[in-house]
C-alpha cells in the first residue's frame, strides 16, 4: 500500500490537471448543445447533412493536426477548445436532435460516469502492479478497425437493420473505449511525466473516451 500511494502521490499534480481540463472541455460541449438548440443551429444540418457534417469533419482533423505539431500548453488548450466546441454542434445536430426524453440523457450519463470511474479504478490497480499495457493500443486499434469496417459494410448494404443490431454496436463500443480508459489510464501513471502538455494530452485521450461511451450508451437506452 505504501508504494501505491507514492504512485498515486507522485501523479496526483498531473490527474488533477487533466480531470479539470477534462471537466472544463465537457462543460464547453454541454453549453455549446445547449446554445446550437436555442439558436436553432440544427437548421443547417437538416438543409445539407452532408456539408454540415463534412465541415465538421474538416475541423476536427485541422485540429488534431495542429494539436499533434504544437508544445505550448496554451495553444493546445485553445485548440482543445475549439474542438470541444466543434464536437458540442456534432452533437446538438446528429445526437441530440432525435431525443426528447431527458431520462435518456440522464441515464446514459450516469452509466458514462460509474462506468469510466470503475476502468479508471482497474488502470490505476494495474498500474501498481507495474503491468505495462502498450500491447492494448494495438488490440484495440484492431477492435476499432473491426468495428468500424463492419458499421461501413452494414450502412452500404440494403438490408433493414433492427434494434438488435444497434445494440450489439453500441456494446461493442463501450468495450472497446473501456479499453482506451483502461490503457490510457495505464499510460498515464506508467510513461507520462508531469507537465502541462501531458496534461491537455490526457484530458483529450478521456474526452474522447467519455463522449463515446455516452453517446453509445444513448444509442443503446433509446
Known amino acids: 500500500m505504501?508504494?501505491?500511494?507514492?504512485?498515486?502521490k507522485k501523479k496526483g499534480a498531473l490527474f488533477q490537471c487533466i480531470f479539470l481540463t477534462l471537466l472544463f472541455q465537457i462543460l464547453i460541449t454541454y453549453f455549446t448543445v445547449n446554445i446550437s438548440n436555442k439558436l436553432d443551429i440544427n437548421k443547417y444540418y437538416k438543409k445539407?447533412?452532408?456539408l454540415y457534417f463534412g465541415l465538421l469533419f474538416i475541423i476536427v482533423f485541422i485540429i488534431?493536426?495542429?494539436m499533434s505539431y504544437t508544445e505550448s500548453f496554451m495553444i493546445k488548450q485553445l485548440l482543445f477548445i475549439l474542438y470541444s466546441i466543434t464536437i458540442g454542434l456534432f452533437l446538438s445536430s446528429i445526437v441530440f436532435s432525435d431525443i426528447e426524453d431527458k431520462d435518456i440523457i440522464k441515464n446514459s450519463l450516469i452509466s458514462t460516469i460509474i462506468n469510466f470511474i470503475i476502468i479508471f479504478i482497474f488502470g490505476i490497480i494495474v498500474s501498481y502492479y507495474n503491468i505495462d499495457l502498450s500491447w492494448l493500443a494495438i488490440v484495440s486499434f484492431v477492435f476499432l478497425l473491426s468495428i468500424?469496417?463492419?458499421i461501413v459494410m452494414n450502412?452500404?448494404?440494403n438490408e433493414k437493420k433492427d434494434d438488435r443490431?444497434?445494440?450489439k454496436i453500441s456494446i461493442a463500443i463501450i468495450i472497446l473505449f473501456s479499453l482506451f480508459v483502461l490503457y490510457d489510464t495505464n499510460k498515464i501513471l506508467l510513461k507520462y511525466d508531469?507537465?502541462?502538455v501531458n496534461c491537455i494530452n490526457g484530458a483529450l485521450d478521456y474526452y474522447v473516451n467519455f463522449l463515446n461511451l455516452f453517446t453509445s450508451y444513448l444509442r443503446l437506452n433509446k
Not at 505504501?2 to 498515486?8: S, T, Y
Open 2 to 8: 505504501k508504494n501505491f500511494g507514492k504512485l498515486i
Open 48 to 50: 445539407n447533412p452532408i
Open 64 to 66: 488534431f493536426i495542429m
Open 148 to 150: 468500424s469496417t463492419i
Open 155 to 157: 450502412s452500404l448494404s
Open 165 to 167: 443490431y444497434s445494440s
Open 194 to 196: 508531469n507537465n502541462k
